[in-house]
């Protein structure tokens, strides 16, 4: 069992940065694929990035490509997303999460197939 904790979350202006912490406890992260997924207000939850437990290839989602960045730091057991020209579009509570697939080179955009899941940060970007 793993437990994550989310931060870094608050209120930005258009254009500006934050980035995302996932602190985990219990296990070791590495043994994850880990992602971070987005739920805005009134809308379903919805895929942002993930790195693979393996070596470390990413994926995002279209509407974040070449402005968000997944990250992972196996000795601090932790996972970041610095988020760049953030837009009022990206508001939303944002939720890291774990999954314990055996394969290395893999990741899924489903959230449906992680297993753990923090209790989400608050990104606001103002207009």
């Known amino acids: 069992q793993v437990q994550l904790v989310e931060s870094g979350g608050g209120l930005v202006q258009a254009g500006g940065s934050l980035r995302l912490s996932c602190a985990a406890s219990?296990?070791?992260?590495?043994?994850?694929?880990m992602g971070w997924f987005r739920q805005a207000h009134g809308k379903e939850r919805e895929f942002v990035a993930a790195i693979t437990r393996g070596d470390g290839s990413t994926g995002y989602a279209d509407s974040v490509k070449g402005r968000f960045t997944i990250s992972r730091d196996n000795a601090k057991n932790t996972v970041y997303l610095q988020m760049n020209s953030l837009k009022p579009d990206d508001t939303a509570v944002y939720y890291c999460?774990?999954?314990?697939?055996?394969?290395?080179?893999?990741?899924?955009?489903?959230?449906?197939?992680?297993?753990?899941w923090g209790q989400g940060t608050q990104v606001t970007v103002s207009s």
């Open positions: 999460a774990a999954d314990r697939t055996p394969y290395y080179s893999y990741y899924s955009t489903d959230g449906t197939t992680y297993d753990y």
């Open positions: 219990g296990r070791t992260l590495s043994m994850y694929v």
